[in-house]
């Protein structure tokens, strides 16, 4: 799929838009939703450009998921995670808004998230979640 690199995602990493970050490296982005489906809802993006996992070269797709894991862990701890549900929505069909592929991590519950995108979270309470998950990285 063709990539727009004005998405949101590609402004984020290029410093045109801010984000709260958790964890930055040579390929990879971790920073909050600012529209969290539950408290810490975090994203972790490869900095390669691709609108969807299916067009991610396999190494940037394996590179990504360590870190996946490595914020769920530091979620886990930080945040006294009894479950994180790992989700990642390919294509608008399957209601994809952000065209810059992306892995959520929600703490909680499948049944017990919040609508999708829709909601601002408030600011300071996402600043201080994240300050806990990085410490716990
Ligand atoms: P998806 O619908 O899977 O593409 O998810 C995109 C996610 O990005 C949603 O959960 C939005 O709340 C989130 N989002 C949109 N704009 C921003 C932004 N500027 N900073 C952080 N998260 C954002």
Redesign the pocket.
Known sequence: MAYDDQN??AR?LRGE?P?IKVYEDEQVLA???????ADG?T?VIPKTPAVTLLDLPADAAAYTIQIVQKVAKAMEKALDAKGIVL???NGAAA?????HI?F?LVPGSLHELGR??VQMGDQEKIQALAEKIKAAL
């Open positions: 949101i995602f984020i838009l984000a920073f909050m939703d600012i529209m969290p489906q809802h994203l989700m990642q929505l209601g994809q808004t952000v065209p992306h959520h999708h995108a």
